[in-house]
Nanobody, 129 residues
Framework: VQLAESGGGWVQAGGSLRLACATS????????IGWFRQAPGKEREEVSY????????YYADSVRGRFSISSDNAENTVYLQMNSLKPEDTAIYYC???????????????????????WGQGTQVTVSS
């Protein structure tokens, strides 16, 4: 099983980036994908999530209205479009995979971090002021 994040980089405040989480080694429809981030000295926090049941989405309050998650089932890839970036968005961004049966226990909320089975290596996002 592999999850590979890409698309990170350096951008000025107000700019945009599009992250991709390419998956392989498992049946894409059997898992839901979440995006998380971790800034230096801080715990990993949830950012966004897309349900494999009904493609419903979840966003943390800090990114709602600026970030958008989408899924390309043909490419087994989940994207995170990040607009109006702020310096406080600076972090390493990770995607994680959670099995559909476990994800189904969480309705209208993002499953907690420890429930995710697989993780990518992360991609650095740096937003300068």
């Amino acid at each position: 099983v592999q999850l590979a994040e890409s698309g990170g980089g350096w951008v000025q405040a107000g700019g945009s980036l599009r992250l991709a989480c390419a998956t392989s080694g498992f049946t894409f429809d059997d898992y839901a994908i979440g995006w998380f981030r971790q800034a230096p000295g801080k715990e990993r926090e949830e950012v966004s999530y897309i349900s494999s049941y009904d493609s419903s989405t979840y966003y943390a309050d800090s990114v709602r209205g600026r970030f958008s998650i989408s899924s390309d089932n043909a490419e087994n890839t989940v994207y995170l479009q990040m607009n109006s970036l702020k310096p406080e968005d600076t972090a390493i961004y990770y995607c994680g995979a959670i099995s559909t049966p476990v994800a189904g226990q969480y309705i209208r909320v993002m499953p907690p971090t420890h429930k995710y089975e697989y993780w990518g290596q992360g991609t650095q996002v740096t937003v300068s002021s």
